[in-house]
């Protein structure tokens, strides 16, 4: 059983409470980075860890840092990204409901690195209870010393505040959740400038995944060197992965990266295979802005290597073949699933979510959803799949935040990887009203390398 | 700063904007804008109609940029290369950025006022498909009144943010904006507030389609059967100056805008007396006729040259056709 390095005390009674968390060790690498490190050494200790952003994209965490503009006089601010949204994701609602001081100590170091003497935890809407709860912790923490002025007679001062957001999924994306912490409507910045040069009130910000705070703390405690002796190449760490759908264990787990991905399927450690005996149709590999593949092609790369659960092999294959680590949502299919109403399941989510600020996503959103909406309940026709794939490549790359490539990347992949299931559809249509495709070849053994997979 | 722009190059001042370094060029190659305004700040980057391929980031940086850009809102960078129309890629995007914008615009454009003057009309003649792939229902809106003489019919709007910024920049306080998110977005008043600024008909200007219109206008005439005649008149109002464009139908003047440019940007923004109540034309100084764009529709039947017959070679002819050519070229 590999070790774990954020969710260690998980199963401590009263963790989520100041004095038990202290006494398991917690806040040791505020002691530490405080009175023994400067916060460049700080930041460069990240960056060799080679921590990735946990929020989706992926990008290392220190180099982030780095790029922080630090001109005299003015403010920075550190923001922290808890507006978890994505559907198949609820790693940091777990996170925060049952260990918030870990995210506490995270920020608190993590400030203190990029000299931000106001730190914010934007929170989404709807997880009132977790507001809630790391307020009290701030509260605690606060009345030991570790926040407000002076921490710990370092002479650092840091005030730390929690913001509920409206529970929009567009605030999720780092310059919206800038604009909606200002009080604004959250509508994304266009970009550049980026938020590192002039971000929340026009001051240099840093805007981080809660996952990716928190993995600052056994950073620091361990050192970068034994943080990056796990995982695998550049994925290095620890990840949360939170498993759903037709999981046999459902729930958040952390995991080494580069654990191969039927471990983590199958092995009662982890998810415990399918639930009721049902075989694996496709799996959505990190949230559902990630492109979908059928189980074949996802335990298996296009090279028949066993696929791992790191940045790279997920991603092995492109957009043709691979999918994305995102984060780490991770949904799995039965053979009872409809495809095709999957998809239209999420686009109708990402239609719902758009901002409308620009046209290709506003516009687009609704028009796929449509479409899906009419294949779905039997009206299709056969030209719609190359319209969904036409209308997702006006999409993708031509807006001005990421959720229009969300939105674009589900609906390809589906017609991608399912494009029977999509033409079954059509040809059957009042029989798809009444039963799913199944399983067909979707998990059939993948060709031999040379035969291109359709 | 030096910056290409489909192989034509140009020196532009630094923190010049793609689409700006374009427009000092001119000619086919300018990218076009439906939200992007050159007098409000901080507009444009929404309607990706401007979308360009930077082929080469800069001098020092010579990698391409990964995605195409939206050429309103990046800068040049000494030695850039840009491709509008002679990049395949662009042009596809942008075919498919006018079928978008176009999915839910009611294409009323016989019983709309602003056509004849619409960006969106030009965008759709320029660079759309003949048909649409849309098959399902367009959203749809009530008319609403914002104020006594501006009507906002919300289902022709292409939600360019344009008239919000007019509201925010021209005028001293902004009441009408964004409601809801996504396709429902739509402009409106908090509660049925009415507009009610001496600035606040230049929204009407600035609206890129007919979503906003004068009401002391609507439904008068069509904009290719007015004359317009350059005017001015002595404005108290501190901040307006009184240049305008009179709309002519015979003697009588049918209203009254700012004068716009080849981009259809007003050159300076004018007050609600210059607009809706000065329909004399006792009330103004002629200047002069506007001239508009040979292009434009408003100037149907008024060539600024006229075509020779196309007989030019058959001597036969030529002397058949002989009165006929001579009147043709007389003119």
């Not at chain 1, 620009?358 to 687009?364: A, F, I, K, Q």
């Not at chain 2, 793609?18 to 309607?47: E, F, H, W």
Request: proline fraction near 5%.
């Amino acid at each position: 059983m590999a070790r774990k390095l954020l969710l260690e005390h998980i199963n401590v009674p009263g963790i989520n409470t100041f004095d038990v968390y202290r006494s398991k060790g917690g806040y040791a690498s505020v002691e530490k980075a405080l009175k023994t490190m400067t916060p460049d050494e700080i930041v460069e200790e990240v960056k060799k860890s080679g921590l990735r952003g946990r929020g989706g994209a992926g990008f290392p965490t220190g180099m982030k840092w780095s790029f922080l503009a630090k001109p005299e006089g003015v403010a920075r601010y550190l923001v922290c990204n808890a507006d978890e949204s994505e559907p198949g994701t609820f790693k940091d609602r777990y996170l925060m409901t049952y260990i918030p001081h870990l995210l506490i100590e995270g920020m608190i170091v993590a400030s203190f690195a990029l000299g931000a003497k106001t730190s914010y935890i934007y929170v989404r809407g709807e997880m009132m209870p977790q507001i809630r709860i790391l307020e009290r912790a701030i509260a605690e923490a606060k009345a030991k010393g570790f926040l407000g002025k002076n921490i710990l007679s370092t002479g650092y001062d840091l005030e730390l505040y929690v913001q509920p957001g409206g529970g929009a999924y567009i605030c999720g994306e780092e310059t919206a959740l800038l604009e909606s912490l200002e009080g604004k409507r959250g509508n994304p910045r266009i970009k550049p400038p980026f938020p590192a040069i002039a971000g929340l009130y026009g001051c240099p910000t840093v805007v981080n995944n809660v996952e990716s705070i928190a993995a600052v703390v056994p950073i620091i405690n361990e050192g970068a060197d034994e943080y990056a002796k796990i995982g695998i190449g550049r994925s290095t760490g620890t990840k949360l992965i939170s498993a759903g759908g037709n999981v046999k264990n459902p729930g958040v787990y952390e995991i080494d990266l580069g654990l191969p991905v039927e471990e983590f399927l199958y092995s009662e450690e982890y998810c415990g295979g399918i639930a009721n005996g049902k075989r694996l149709k496709a799996v959505v590999a990190g949230g559902s802005s990630v492109p979908i593949l059928p189980a074949n092609l996802f335990l298996k790369t296009i090279n028949n290597e066993p696929r791992l659960m790191s940045y790279e092999s997920l991603a092995d294959g492109g957009f043709v073949s691979g999918t994305m680590l995102g984060s780490g949502g991770f949904i799995a299919y039965d053979e009872d699933q409809c495809i095709v109403r999957n998809t239209w399941n999420f686009t109708r989510f990402y239609h719902h979510e758009s901002c409308g600020q620009c046209s290709p996503c506003r516009e687009g959103t609704g028009w796929m959803e449509k479409v899906l909406h009419r294949l779905e309940h039997g009206h299709g026709k056969m030209s719609d799949m190359d319209l969904l794939v036409d209308v997702s490549k006006k999409i993708e790359g031509n807006t001005i935040c990421p959720l229009g490539d969300a939105a674009a990347w589900p609906v390809a992949s589906a017609i991608r990887h399912f494009r029977d299931e999509f033409e079954w559809h059509v040809t059957n249509g009042a029989e798809a009203v009444t039963r799913n495709f199944g399983l067909a070849h979707y998990a059939d053994p993948l060709p031999k390398k040379e035969e291109p997979v359709a | 700063m030096k910056v290409t722009i489909d192989g034509i190059a140009i020196d532009v001042e630094p923190g010049t904007t793609i689409l700006n370094a374009a427009r000092q060029i001119g000619g086919d190659i300018v990218p076009p804008a439906m939200c992007y305004y050159s007098k409000l700040k901080d507009s444009g980057g929404k309607c990706r109609t401007c979308l360009v391929k930077v082929s080469k980031g800069s001098e020092k940086d010579p990698r391409p940029m990964p995605k195409l850009v939206a050429s309103c809102r990046t800068t040049v960078m000494d030695g850039m290369e840009v491709q509008n129309i002679t990049s395949p890629e662009v042009i596809e995007a942008r075919k498919g950025i006018v079928e978008i914008l176009l999915l839910n615009h009611p294409l009323d454009c016989p019983i709309c006022d602003q056509a004849g003057e619409c960006d969106l009309q030009n965008l759709g003649f320029e660079h759309g498909a003949a048909k649409t792939r849309y098959e399902f229902d367009r959203r749809t809106f009530e008319k609403i009144d914002i104020g006594d003489k501006i009507q906002l019919h919300m289902t022709r709007c292409i939600l360019c943010y344009r008239c919000v910024f007019t509201a925010d920049q021209i005028t001293d306080h902004r009441i009408h904006g964004i409601l809801n998110r996504g396709d429902h977005s739509e402009i409106s008043t908090y509660i049925t507030a009415a507009v009610d600024n001496d600035f606040s008909g230049n929204v009407i200007d600035v609206c890129p389609v007919g979503a906003l219109t004068d009401k002391t206008f609507r439904f008068k005439n069509r904009v290719w059967f007015t004359k317009p005649v350059d005017a001015h008149r002595d404005c108290d109002h501190e901040k307006c100056n009184g240049k305008v464009t009179l709309w002519y139908k015979g003697e009588e003047v049918l209203r009254v805008t700012a004068r716009k440019d080849v981009y259809g940007e007003v050159e300076e923004f004018i007050c609600n007396t210059c607009r809706f109540d000065k329909k004399k034309t006792s009330d103004w100084v002629i200047d002069g006729p506007r001239h508009i764009s040979n292009k434009s529709v408003i100037n149907a039947n008024h060539y600024d040259f006229v075509p020779l017959p196309v007989v030019k070679t058959n001597p036969v002819l030529i002397e058949a056709n002989k009165e006929q050519f001579e009147r043709d070229t007389r003119l």
